[in-house]
């Protein structure tokens, strides 16, 4: 798995941060600081994401009875769900979505602790059920997480369009690039300390995700109207 993950991390560079750079480097000369803070954010949402439904699958698997199984449903429940909240995010106007954000982000953070301490006795109390009924229930248990957990990105993406566009292919590379490489160091941190921690990893992701978004400058308006505002001092 060590291995593993040094050849994926070396693929990473290779064909996602090395094109991105060549292609899409200019872009980061102007407004580090910001840029930075977004892109960070992008790459804790890609390993939070990823290590959270890795670790998932590996919790499913007593309950649902097969490698096979567990790895359909959660894989199913994850895209299915969080394409769902993706597009609920639509709904969420321009103005005010750094507050909204930060309440997902904790909601969600709130949400991997409730499974960790929930879904063990659910587990073991209905895993005598039949098969079609755990699968059932299993879609509906990853359900309101995977909603939530597909929420930050579109938002972010928004955010983005709004202050630094020219950086939103950065977002998606590392974004990217953190799930492809996350994804091993799931497995990493689950078998060294255990799937609840591996979870509680994705939650400090997500946390730090939210401290990222937060300390970036504020751009809640128009990249125009900011401008008018500048105009308007300088005058003054």
Same mark, same amino acid.
């Given at each position: 798995?060590?291995?593993? =993950?040094?050849?994926?991390?070396?693929?990473?560079?290779?064909?996602?941060?090395?094109? =991105?750079?060549?292609?899409?480097?200019?872009?980061?000369?102007?407004?580090?600081?910001?840029?930075?803070?977004?892109?960070?954010?992008?790459?804790?949402?890609?390993?939070?994401?990823?290590?959270?439904?890795?670790?998932?699958?590996?919790?499913?698997?007593?309950?649902?009875?097969?490698?096979?199984?567990?790895?359909?449903?959660?894989?199913?429940?994850?895209?299915?769900?969080?394409?769902?909240?993706?597009?609920?995010?639509?709904?969420?106007?321009?103005?005010?979505?750094?507050?909204?954000?930060?309440? =997902?982000?904790?909601?969600?953070?709130?949400?991997?602790?409730?499974?960790?301490?929930?879904?063990?006795?659910?587990?073991?109390?209905?895993?005598?059920?039949?098969?079609? $009924?755990?699968?059932?229930?299993?879609?509906?248990?990853?359900?309101?997480?995977?909603?939530?957990?597909?929420?930050?990105?579109? $938002?972010?993406?928004?955010?983005?369009?709004?202050?630094?566009?020219?950086?939103?292919? &950065?977002? &998606?590379?590392?974004?990217?690039?953190?799930?492809?490489?996350?994804?091993?160091?799931?497995?990493?941190?689950?078998?060294?300390?255990?799937?609840?921690?591996?979870?509680?990893?994705?939650?400090? =992701?997500?946390?730090?995700?939210?401290?990222?978004?937060?300390?970036?400058?504020?751009?809640?308006?128009?990249?125009?109207?900011?401008?008018?505002?500048?105009?308007?001092?300088?005058?003054?």
């Amino acid at each position: 798995l060590f291995a593993l =993950l040094g050849i994926t991390s070396v693929l990473v560079l290779l064909f996602i941060i090395g094109p =991105l750079v060549l292609v899409r480097g200019k872009a980061l000369s102007t407004g580090v600081g910001t840029k930075l803070s977004f892109l960070l954010y992008f790459a804790c949402l890609g390993a939070g994401f990823i290590i959270v439904e890795v670790a998932m699958i590996q919790k499913f698997i007593l309950f649902l009875g097969h490698p096979v199984y567990s790895l359909a449903v959660i894989l199913f429940s994850v895209l299915a769900f969080s394409a769902i909240g993706s597009c609920l995010t639509g709904r969420f106007s321009e103005e005010g979505l750094t507050p909204v954000l930060i309440k =997902l982000l904790c909601g969600l953070v709130l949400l991997l602790i409730l499974y960790v301490v929930a879904l063990p006795p659910i587990f073991y109390g209905l895993v005598g059920l039949a098969r079609e $009924i755990r699968i059932v229930l299993a879609v509906v248990l990853m359900a309101p997480l995977a909603m939530v957990m597909g929420m930050p990105m579109p $938002i972010g993406i928004r955010m983005l369009a709004r202050s630094a566009p020219e950086i939103i292919p &950065w977002a &998606w590379g590392v974004n990217g690039a953190t799930s492809v490489m996350g994804s091993v160091a799931a497995l990493v941190i689950a078998i060294l300390t255990g799937f609840n921690q591996a979870l509680f990893v994705g939650a400090g =992701l997500y946390l730090m995700a939210m401290v990222f978004i937060t300390r970036r400058q504020p751009v809640d308006q128009p990249i125009e109207a900011a401008g008018k505002r500048i105009e308007a001092q300088a005058s003054a």
